[in-house]
């Protein structure tokens, strides 16, 4: 089978500007997968100087520094080559793969105070997601798991316990879900009970 772009374990996933919380979880892991590149991106990198902050020559780069010089660049490289034209022009100039993510991550999760915003809006819709007509629980599943996953991007934590209690109470009041949701309140843990686990009891009991 021929691997679709973004699909590859040999090349990092593509973004193009859609569902940044999902793309950087991805390229996390692909970084993650070359442990010294990852640290760059997360550490940062400047070039060698002498005791006079001047830059050494590369003649007199030790081994390690040239370790270093390398990982930037192949962590640079992948981020790049994981961006579509129009997603790396919007970044702008940048002088580290460190700078680079960096910069990305402001510009698709914003700032402290654009943070907030969304989330509260996410909040929002958490708080009123209800099950669509015509939709399947495993829809609805899926609708709440992006909300979360917008969350997590982030930064914010959501307890246990609400995360269930949103999830049953967007099902609707009828002769399918109303003794589903009412059993499941009473003889469950929602503080311990995970979502993929109620999901997978109320797809069956869709059927």
């Known amino acids: 089978m021929t691997l679709q772009e973004g699909y590859s374990t040999t090349r990092p996933p593509l973004f193009t500007g859609d569902d940044f919380g999902y793309w950087k979880g991805r390229m996390e892991a692909y970084l993650q997968t070359h442990f010294e590149v990852w640290m760059i991106v997360k550490t940062g990198f ?11 020559p590369y003649e007199d780069w030790d081994a390690s520094c040239i370790k270093k010089v390398e990982a930037n660049a192949k962590a640079t490289c992948t981020l790049q080559c994981g961006l579509s034209k129009e997603e790396l022009n919007r970044v702008g ?66 307890d246990n316990r609400d995360i269930i209690r949103y999830s049953l109470n967007a099902f609707p009041r009828n002769t399918l879900w109303a003794s589903m949701v ?18 997978s009891e109320f797809e069956l009991h869709e059927q």
């Open 93 to 158: 100039p940048f002088n580290s793969a460190k700078e680079l993510w960096e910069k990305l991550i402001e510009l698709h999760e914003g700032t402290s105070d654009t943070k907030v915003s969304k989330r509260d809006l996410i909040f929002n819709k958490l708080f009123n997601i209800k099950l669509q007509e015509g939709e399947t629980a495993a829809q609805l599943h899926a609708r709440i798991q992006d909300l979360l996953n917008g969350l997590h991007a982030i930064g914010q934590k959501v």
């Open 46 to 56: 400047q070039l060698p100087s002498d005791s006079a902050g001047k830059p050494l």
């Open 182 to 199: 009412d059993a499941y309140k009473v003889s469950k843990d929602l503080s311990t009970i995970k979502l993929n686990e109620l999901f």
